[in-house]
């Protein structure tokens, strides 16, 4: 449900806040939500409302749960192509290079992407937004990087802002041109290095079509030193940061973004000491991934309970992707990463409202009920939050609010 009422009063619900601090899930039992041109001015318990809000337009939930809109705060949305065959015939047996000998691996979706129109793009993509929308996102974010040249990548950028567009959504964009290495540059990833910063990231950017930059730094991806210079030219061109960091190994990715006041860093399976002091003194979210550590049945799990000690913002998303994480379910992601990563249903839904908030720059802005952030919230069947990441394979949303100021 989208609204555009200028005022507007949602009363008789359970609200988890998320508010850091004071209650479990920042929970307020028999609540109401006032807000005006798209904001939220007031949230508390209804018997506290100030009786200014009194005369506005007011909508009863009969007792159900609101929570901040859910954010999923890393996606490959935009591609083309599907890699079910590349999944069969990792279960038969075949190795990574079996099936990249056979024309898999990210570079077949690269030539399938590369293939595809912007419309073609955004047609393949809506069903996978439309998901996530059924289940309560109200902000996505999508990366580029399975085009890996000027026109591919403009592309997928385009086609990620027209899904904006087109639903009652937030969509942030990342370029993720330093990916993989494409074919026609085998050999030379210091030339492939200077495409991106040179060519590809100023013309993007100067098009307006990119919120942040990442990179893959890892050993099968691009090196601490070709990374740090995807940095540094990002920070020329005013671009905040992310990084898909230590998921295979330890590239000391993390505390390179760090350096960076990077947003966040992701994956994090090889994390190590070091990383996690350099991301608590930064305020670097850590971005769980559970879909593709379960996708790629990894046995190493993300340090949990030092990133938890050291006081690391912990976010959670599906990492929606063809080849290693095909999953657009962010009620999953959360259930997973409870059960596979021993997080507190409590972390999990605050991974996928404020923390994913603050590893896209949107904290104030969405991820919390509170006075100042938009009036963007889902609202549930259920009697508690814990609920959201209890069950799997149901949906308990009843609807989105999604204001627009």
């Known amino acids: 449900m989208s609204q555009a009422q200028a005022r507007q009063v949602w009363r008789n619900a359970n609200l988890a806040t998320m508010n850091p601090g004071g209650a479990p899930y920042g929970l307020i039992e028999n609540g109401a939500i006032a807000a005006e041109a798209g904001r939220i001015v007031w949230a508390g318990a209804s018997d506290d409302m100030p009786g200014e809000y009194s005369g506005w337009a007011s909508e009863n939930l009969d007792g159900r749960l609101v929570t901040p809109a859910l954010i999923d705060c890393h996606t490959h949305l935009v591609y083309a192509g599907g890699r079910a065959r590349e999944f069969e015939m990792r279960l038969e047996g075949a190795s990574y290079e079996e099936i990249s000998k056979a024309g898999g691996g990210i570079r077949s979706t690269v030539k399938a992407t590369r293939a595809a129109g912007e419309d073609e793009l955004v047609e393949a993509a809506l069903p996978r937004l439309d998901a996530l929308i059924a289940e309560g996102a109200g902000t996505v974010e999508i990366k580029s990087g399975y085009g890996l040249d000027l026109e591919s990548e403009r592309r997928m950028l385009r086609a990620a802002r027209r899904l904006g567009e087109m639903r009652p959504v937030r969509v942030c964009t990342t370029f993720l041109g330093a990916h993989a290495l494409p074919e026609d540059y085998e050999g030379r990833p210091d030339a492939y290095i200077d495409l991106v910063c040179e060519e590809m990231m100023p013309a993007l950017a100067g098009e307006g079509l990119v919120d942040a930059v990442d990179a893959f730094c890892e050993r099968i991806g691009f090196t601490n030193a070709q990374t740090r210079r995807v940095f540094e030219k990002a920070k020329k061109l005013g671009l905040p940061v992310k990084l898909h960091a230590e998921q295979l190994s330890d590239q000391d990715g993390a505390a390179l973004t760090a350096e960076f006041g ?13 990383g996690i002091k350099a991301m608590a003194a930064a305020g670097t979210v850590a971005v769980l991934l559970p879909g593709a550590f379960y996708f790629l049945k990894d046995e190493r799990l993300p340090p949990v309970d030092a990133l938890r000690e050291a006081g690391v913002p912990m976010a959670v998303a ?7 994480s095909p999953m657009t379910s962010p009620l999953l992601a959360m259930n997973m990463a409870c059960v596979l990563f021993g997080l507190t249903p409590e972390e999990a839904l605050a991974g996928t409202t404020r923390n994913a908030a603050k590893a896209l720059g949107l904290q104030g802005e969405a991820g919390i009920i509170a006075p100042g952030c938009r009036a963007e919230l889902a609202v549930w069947n259920a009697d508690h939050p814990a609920e959201l990441s209890y069950r799997f394979g149901f949906n308990p949303l009843h609807a989105r609010i999604m204001q627009t100021p």
Do not use: K, M, R, Y
């Open 262 to 274: 990077g947003l966040s860093a992701d994956h994090l399976e090889h994390l190590s000491e070091t």
């Open 318 to 324: 599906t990492d929606s992707n063809p080849g290693t």
